[in-house]
T-cell receptor, first 112, second 112 residues
């Protein structure tokens, strides 16, 4: 299994749709996980952190399944401005060194 | 404004000519890190630092050096750049590994 694996997409959805991305990871010792958003040629920006079973922030919900070693990101009521690449990030080892592994990203395109 | 500042934003250089990309953060963060991003390969960690004078290799350290003499600065040094180091580089920092990193705006480097 790859250390961090994401479906690259692209996911093409209409405005208002609900879309979900999955990310699988191999490091069972990881305690915290992250979803970042990256717009074309720009820096990644932290979207959500996930420590326990999940986290919710407005239209965005992140869930963690430790037994199956995957995290998911759910976006409800998609907006045109949600179009971006979403990066799943997992610490390497126990996560106390700052060493991170980035997934290759899932591209979302929201259409009018 | 809390930020990570990288310079230069764009750089074209020739093979073998030593260069330094600077990175500075004004948030008093302990952890800092350098990444490169290439099409199809995603973001890969070059070096990271857990505090002043504490640095370690990431996944792709070959051809790069770093130093952390002060908390706020974490320069990336290419002693003898080669064309395969043409890439988009990001510096990032965080106060805690469970909080996620803040990224700089990126440096687009071309080595000819």
């Amino acid at each position: 299994r790859k250390e961090v694996e994401q479906d690259p997409g692209p996911f093409n959805v209409p405005e208002g749709a609900t879309v979900a991305f999955n990310c699988t990871y191999s490091n069972s010792a990881s305690q915290s996980f992250f979803w970042y958003r990256q717009d074309c040629r720009k820096e990644p920006k932290l979207l959500m952190s996930v420590y326990s079973s999940g986290n919710e922030d407005g239209r965005f919900t992140a869930q963690l399944n430790r037994a199956s070693q995957y995290i998911s990101l759910l976006i409800r009521d998609s907006k045109l401005s949600d179009s971006a690449t979403y990066l799943c990030v997992v610490p390497r080892g126990s996560g106390n060194t700052g060493k991170l592994i980035f997934g290759q990203g899932t591209t979302l395109q929201v259409k009018p | 404004e809390a930020q990570v500042t990288q310079n230069p934003r764009y750089l074209i250089t020739v093979t073998g000519k030593k260069l330094t990309v600077t990175c500075s953060q004004n948030m008093n963060h302990e952890y800092m890190s350098w990444y490169r991003q290439d099409p199809g390969l995603g973001l890969r960690q070059i070096y990271y630092s857990m505090n002043v004078e504490v640095t370690d290799k990431g996944d792709v350290p070959e051809g790069y050096k770093v130093s952390r003499k002060e908390k706020r600065n974490f320069p990336l040094i290419l002693e003898s750049p080669s064309p395969n180091q043409t890439s988009l580089y990001f510096c990032a920092s965080t106060h805690s590994v469970v909080s996620g990193y803040t990224f700089g705006s990126g440096t687009r480097l071309t080595v000819v």
